[in-house]
């Protein structure tokens, strides 16, 4: 890569970096902070609501940076590129399909600038200590069930294991930089969004302890002095962040295809050493045979195996000849692009007499979210990334006539919102069909870097 020249100055190569709140910090930080060949003049930021017009403070740029790094949404790349004299865009974040990467590479390309996409081995910080990452081919897929049934297995083993999540793009950036939560006291010190709560109370519980943030250097340096094992707990179809000893990926029937469509599903597909094809039980054969196929094409190495979602319901007398609402996930539903989830698989299976249609008690940015996600008729996503969001989930749920909710969320719902409806509680565990357990074959890894 060559620099520019104006008369004896060097000028450094004008980068913006499209993201949505995670691996763009990261790929700064990693490749871009200390690099005087290049100036980070914005990002942008998408997919996540409320992550748009930040700044990435100055505090957390380093010496080159004397100003925050603006933040702008993504529909402003064209005139961003003319009017910052944009040399190259890095495209850095995940779960989207490759139809949308190209269009952003067509804009990038016709307006002069170098489209560029870093490597793993670019990127990947290497850890003192054994690492496991879990990873998925879509949001969605069934990355935490997994996630707690290998820490169950390691605490057994009384391997002492934290884990490092994926960065998750909300809140203060500075104040975010390197979060460590011990016990749910922690969580309550902080202002956190309720997916981030989903992803750390259930471990929390267990008694782990859970890295997040956005400096991963320091993450890990920080984890490595009180674990034996470090677990990445990846976030959408991403890769990870620190380079792994043992790689799991798991794929979703649900979505057949998806594992090749949507980037960079194809490049964590071909990093695994073991690979499960989740949610068979719940799709025509066909489904399942076309995942294998793709992920056997990108991965000939890796073993695969089948699993299933098995529902645990708390009280199904409120669900047969019942009016419900059903409540999900909200990521799975919304940019993961499912229409329905395992509260509404459960409300199936135990025959509710009527599954209510959400949109029509929708309220406020609720409202907004299923225009955004048309698809989303029969489920309501539990969205929370802001204070208002969540009142107005709220709000919808009081505004819903029905007999009982159908919850399928991580966490207890309504210790979150103000709920008066009798709640029936969906949790579901991933469970193999076949010879072979995931216990058997972490038993046989040698933990030892």
């Not at 008729?377 to 749920?397: F, H, M, N, W």
């Not at 009798?422 to 972490?442: A, D, Q, S």
Request: charged fraction near 35%.
């Amino acid at each position: 890569m060559s620099l520019f020249f104006e008369g004896s100055k060097i000028m450094r190569i004008r980068t913006i970096i499209l993201g949505a709140g995670g691996r763009d910090f990261f790929h700064f930080l990693r490749v871009y902070k200390e690099n005087p060949k290049y100036k980070v003049m914005a990002f942008t930021a998408t997919q996540i609501p409320f992550i748009e017009k930040r700044k990435f403070p100055k505090e957390l740029a380093g010496r080159f940076y004397k100003k925050d790094i603006p933040i702008y949404p993504e529909k402003e790349l064209p005139k961003l590129i003319e009017k910052l004299k944009i040399k190259e865009v890095n495209f850095a974040y995940s779960d989207v399909p490759y139809e949308h990467l190209n269009k952003l590479r067509k804009i990038t390309e016709k307006l002069k600038a170098r489209f560029r996409l870093l490597k793993p081995e670019e990127t990947m910080l290497k850890s003192k200590k054994f690492v496991i990452s879990v990873c998925g081919s879509r949001t969605g897929a069934g990355k935490g069930t997994l996630v707690k049934r290998i820490l169950s297995f390691l605490k057994k083993l009384n391997k002492r294991t934290v884990i490092i999540r994926h960065p998750m793009s909300y809140g203060n950036i500075k104040e975010k930089a390197v979060e460590r939560f011990a016990n749910l006291k922690d969580l309550q010190k902080r202002e956190i969004t309720l997916e981030e709560r989903e992803e750390y109370e259930r471990h929390l519980k267990k008694g782990f302890i859970v890295y997040a943030g956005y400096d991963m250097e320091r993450i890990l340096r920080r984890a490595e002095r009180e674990a034996e094992i470090i677990l990445w707990n990846g976030g959408n179809n991403d890769f990870p962040f620190i380079k792994p000893n043992y790689q799991i990926v798991v794929a979703d029937a649900r979505r057949p295809g998806h594992e090749i469509k949507y980037f960079p599903s194809d490049i964590t597909t071909r990093l695994a050493d073991l690979l499960i094809i989740n949610k068979v039980d719940v799709v025509p054969k066909r489904n399942v045979e076309i995942v294998k196929n793709n992920l056997r094409k990108l991965n000939k190495r890796a073993k695969i195996l089948l699993a299933r979602m098995k529902l645990i319901i708390d009280k199904p007398e409120l669900v047969k000849n019942k009016v419900v609402l059903c409540i999900e996930d909200g990521p799975t539903l919304t940019h993961g692009g499912l229409p329905t989830g395992a509260a509404f698989q459960a409300a199936k299976e135990l025959k509710a007499k009527k599954i209510i249609d959400p949109r029509k008690s929708a309220s406020g940015l609720i409202r907004d979210t299923f225009e955004k996600y048309p698809h989303l008729k029969k489920c309501l996503p539990a969205v929370g990334y802001s204070r208002e969001q969540l009142k107005d989930l709220e709000t919808t749920i009081e505004k819903t006539k029905c007999d009982s909710l159908v919850v399928a969320t991580p966490i207890d719902l309504s210790k979150i919102i103000k709920i008066e409806k009798p709640i029936v509680r969906v949790n579901y565990e991933i469970e193999e069909i076949g010879p072979w357990k995931i216990e058997t074959i972490l038993n046989k890894l040698n933990y030892k870097v």
